[in-house]
T-cell receptor, first 111, second 111 residues
Framework: DSGVTQTPKHLITATGQRVTLRCSPR?????VYWYQQSLDQGLQFLIQ???????AKGNILERFSAQQFPDLHSELNLSSLELGDSALYFC??????????FGPGTRLTVL | GQQLNQSPQSMFIQEGEDVSMNCTSS?????WLWYKQDPGEGPVLLIA?????ELTSNGRLTAQFGITRKDSFLNISASIPSDVGIYFC???????????FGKGTRLSVIA
């Protein structure tokens, strides 16, 4: 158990809908990272927050947004969902940028 | 964006055999990390490397940070069935850049 929690574990929705994925980092970790993993692909970095502020942005679509709250949990919002958004979404947290600890992921299926 | 070339893509080995996989890049990396992902789970950090030439072990796993800082390898000795999974390399180009992941090596162990 990495100490990072993600909810929900599975999410099934329809095209055009909007969903919110939630992540709670390990106790004491100020940084939260979001990644997308499509079938048989590596992890694609989406966005990083540090203590409530956006720190770095990767290949995140404009339809996607994220935020980190004062209690350090983070939410990833995906809107106008398309079939191609079906993937595993992982959250990771860290105290140092070098070592990130991953949550169990949310499997999103868009029908 | 930056890419890590991880090889081989997949391996089928007999239980008890040693395994070697590697990761290369055209860019110099400051940090190399190796993760293992079990089906339906988040990646778990196995080994972190911080200096060129560094050789680090974690049980039956050994990883090295290449002297050119453009590559890293992971060895698994005396493989067992629970070694099955996908192994990802990842790295930082600099302290403030996001982690870049390879596409993974899928390991299958035949008992």
């Amino acid at each position: 158990d990495s100490g990072v929690t993600q909810t929900p574990k599975h999410l099934i929705t329809a095209t055009g809908q909007r969903v919110t994925l939630r992540c709670s980092p390990r106790s004491g970790d100020l940084s939260v990272y979001w990644y997308q993993q499509s079938l048989d692909q590596g992890l694609q970095f989406l966005i990083q927050y540090y203590n409530g502020e956006e720190r770095a942005k990767g290949n995140i679509l404009e339809r996607f947004s994220a935020q980190q709250f004062p209690d350090l949990h983070s939410e990833l919002n995906l809107s106008s969902l398309e079939l191609g958004d079906s993937a595993l979404y992982f959250c990771a947290s860290s105290t140092s940028i070098d070592t990130q600890y991953f949550g169990p992921g949310t499997r999103l299926t868009v029908l | 964006g930056q890419q890590l070339n991880q090889s081989p893509q997949s391996m089928f080995i007999q239980e008890g055999e040693d395994v070697s996989m590697n990761c290369t890049s055209s860019s110099i990396f400051n940090t190399w990390l190796w993760y293992k992902q079990d089906p339906g789970e988040g990646p778990v950090l196995l080994i972190a490397l911080y200096k060129a030439g560094e050789l680090t072990s974690n049980g039956r796993l050994t990883a090295q940070f290449g002297i050119t800082r453009k590559d890293s390898f992971l060895n698994i000795s005396a493989s067992i069935p629970s070694d099955v999974g996908i192994y990802f390399c990842a790295g930082h180009i600099s302290g403030n850049t996001p982690l870049v992941f390879g596409k993974g090596t899928r390991l299958s162990v035949i008992a």
